[in-house]
């Protein structure tokens, strides 16, 4: 059983930037793959980004990409999703969730077993 907490959102202006961390505890981290996704109102929930369980492979969604950066460090047992650039329409409540092993499947939300609770970032205008 793993348990994943997001901080680091919040109030920011278009053009600002935000650090976004994801601290695990239980289970064993550095097994897991961990994803960030995204879900603003009306909305179907977007993937963001993924790290493999040894930082080793990335990738990002299309929306995002050269914008945000996520890194981790398995010592503190924490990702970290570097937001920059940011735009209105980022404004979501981002979400990190964690897929045993990972998968060539990381876009799709049902391949992930353990989801944080949120962290809402908005972007003003």
């Known amino acids: 059983q793993v348990q994943l907490v997001e901080s680091g959102g919040g109030l920011v202006q278009a053009g600002g930037s935000l650090r976004l961390s994801c601290v695990a505890s239980?289970?064993?981290?550095?097994?897991?793959?961990i994803g960030w996704f995204r879900q603003a109102p009306g909305n179907e929930r977007e993937f963001v980004a993924v790290i493999s369980w040894n930082g080793g492979i990335t990738a990002y969604g299309d929306s995002v990409k050269g914008r945000f950066t996520v890194s981790r460090d398995n010592s503190k047992k924490t990702v970290y999703l570097q937001m920059n650039s940011l735009k209105p329409e980022d404004t979501a409540v981002y979400y990190c969730a964690a897929d045993l092993y990972g998968s060539y499947r990381y876009r799709e939300s049902g391949m992930y077993d353990y989801w944080g609770q949120g962290t809402q970032v908005t972007v003003s205008s």
């Open positions: 239980g289970g064993t981290f550095s097994l897991y793959g």
